[in-house]
């Protein structure tokens, strides 16, 4: 856990915090399962596959940011329900991805074995696949604004999921495995892969509330910081939580000799850099006015979270 420095004081503390996370992954878990196709659905076993890489658990953190990024602009987070699943979709695309042996090579995702263990490798590579057009099917079902077509959201989900940002990410993360990376070359990394889909879930939450460029630009320094902040957290909890803990195989990192920021910094400069990162990442929300108080309570938790 990262202990909160003094200069990251609470301003308004928002008691329920855990209440209304629990209940936005509820309203999201529900409305995946409406989004996508049932497990009786032919061929069943893609389908299957699918839904058990889905409902794996996990936090929901990105579709919960997308619905307090509405809020925050003034909107209805309801109407933000389609980009929020279909965010999480393509994230879970790319953790089924991420897991094979060809890429980072887990055997174990949010408490129990990952795709391929249990379907196998090519088709944990057709669920990921799967996934990934799929996202597309429900970011297509959200209704365009004044300010912001249809266009507009499948060009921001597209650049966000393209070769430029979370496939490119992916990309320099593969070649950069057993070299020794400078601290920039690993935030090219995490700028790419966990900061980009992270302020691609907020931007679109804004989006869908029709937030005026103070607005998108004050979400999207946000996310920038905020992403990058809880990639040093996954990697300092990488090195001192236990796998029961993390859900995933814990010091895997260390042990296949991967850049992260424990090892390029120390683990004690990586927790003052998450709590740097988490301060410029709060710094940007007063544009936002007091509807962005969840934002702030939800950056808090992240830095102090323990998985």
Same mark, same amino acid.
């Given at each position: +856990? ?6 990251? =004081?609470?301003l308004s ?7 209304y996370?629990?209940?936005?992954q509820i309203l999201?878990?529900?409305?995946l399962?409406s989004?996508?196709? @049932? ?6 076993? $893609?389908?299957?596959g699918?839904?058990?890489?889905i ?8 579709? =919960?940011?997308t619905?307090?990024a &509405?809020e *925050? ?8 329900l389609?980009? &929020?699943?279909?965010?999480?979709? +393509?994230?879970t695309?790319?953790l ?7 890429m980072?090579?887990d ?7 990952t795709?391929?263990?249990?379907f196998?490798?090519?088709? *944990?590579?057709? $669920?990921?696949?799967? !996934?990934?057009?799929? @996202?597309?099917t429900?970011? &297509?079902q959200?209704?365009p604004?004044?300010?912001?077509? !249809?266009k507009d ?5 597209s650049?966000?999921g393209?070769?430029?940002?979370? $496939?490119?990410g992916?990309? %320099?993360d593969l070649?950069?495995d057993?070299?020794k !990376?400078?601290?920039t070359?690993? =935030?090219r ?5 966990t ?11 804004? +989006? ?5 460029p103070?607005?998108?630009?004050a ?6 910081h905020?992403?990058?902040a ?8 990488? =090195? ?5 803990? %993390?859900?995933?195989? &814990?010091?895997?990192d260390?042990?296949v000799?991967?850049?992260t920021?424990? *090892? ?7 927790k003052?850099?998450?709590?740097r ?16 108080r969840?934002?702030? /309570?939800? *950056?808090?938790?992240l830095?102090?979270? /323990?998985f």
């Amino acid at each position: +856990m990262v202990s909160l420095p003094d200069f990251l =004081v609470r301003l308004s503390p928002v008691s329920d915090l855990k209440a209304y996370l629990k209940s936005q992954q509820i309203l999201v878990d529900d409305a995946l399962k409406s989004f996508l196709p @049932s497990v009786t659905t032919r061929p069943r076993a $893609i389908h299957q596959g699918m839904r058990y890489s889905i409902f794996a658990g996990g936090k929901r953190l990105r579709p =919960v940011l997308t619905l307090a990024a &509405a809020e *925050a602009c003034g909107g209805d987070p309801s109407a933000a329900l389609a980009p &929020a699943c279909a965010v999480e979709v +393509m994230h879970t695309y790319s953790l089924v991805h991420d897991d094979l042996p060809s890429m980072d090579d887990d055997d174990l995702r949010r408490g129990r074995p990952t795709a391929h263990k249990v379907f196998g490798e090519g088709m *944990a590579v057709l $669920i990921g696949d799967a !996934l990934l057009t799929e @996202s597309f099917t429900i970011l &297509a079902q959200t209704e365009p604004t004044k300010r912001y077509s !249809l266009k507009d959201f499948i060009l921001e989900f597209s650049e966000c999921g393209g070769s430029k940002k979370l $496939i490119g990410g992916q990309v %320099l993360d593969l070649e950069g495995d057993g070299q020794k !990376l400078t601290k920039t070359q690993l =935030v090219r990394i995490h700028e790419n892969k966990t900061a980009a889909l992270l302020t691609t879930s907020l931007r679109l939450g804004g +989006m869908t509330a029709n937030a005026t460029p103070r607005q998108l630009e004050a979400l999207t320094n946000f996310g920038y910081h905020l992403g990058l902040a809880f990639q040093v957290v996954d990697d300092i909890l990488d =090195v001192t939580q236990s796998t029961e803990t %993390l859900g995933k195989t &814990a010091g895997k990192d260390e042990a296949v000799d991967k850049a992260t920021y424990p *090892a390029v910094l120390g683990l004690e400069k990586s927790k003052k850099e998450a709590a740097r990162l988490t301060k410029k990442a709060l710094n940007a929300l007063p544009p936002l006015g007091r509807k962005g108080r969840r934002l702030e /309570e939800i *950056a808090h938790s992240l830095l102090d979270r /323990e998985f």
